[in-house]
């Protein structure tokens, strides 16, 4: 998985300069921000996976009589991509504390700010500008911050 993580980013930076480079900061941002998307994405397929596997192993130990307790129900055998972005909190479990990318990613004004997701809404759903260089290189930066703390999680 790592080799596929890497591969979305080098792809997905180069892109990110192109737009850049034409002064597109909108577009840049986002080709940035879907880096830290896919790898989220990508590592809570992990998660299901460790998950259903312990489930499962659960259920093999109870079937040949060696666990007297009924395993819990397993709900779901699925295991495609999210089509929304996981909790940051899910994430932690299987990576430790990641706290520039829970920052990034939260969606509750009551956990801090929510700005850097409402940016990324903004420009994806009504097409907003930054408004100035200095602006986008702020959220371009914290991006690319949290995709480093991510990478060396």
Known sequence: MKHELNEIREEQFAIARDYESKGSHEVAYIAYWFVLEKALKLLDIERRKKDLYQDICNWKEYLEGKLN???????????QESK?????????????KLPVVTEIMNTQSKNGSTKWRDR???????????GSADKYLEYRDKVIEGIEELWHA
């Open 69 to 79: 307790t009924h395993p819990k129900n397993i709900q779901s055998f699925s295991l």
């Open 120 to 130: 990324r809404n903004a420009i994806a759903h009504s097409a907003k500008p930054f």
């Open 84 to 96: 929304s972005i996981p909790e940051v909190k899910v994430i932690s479990e299987l990576l430790g």
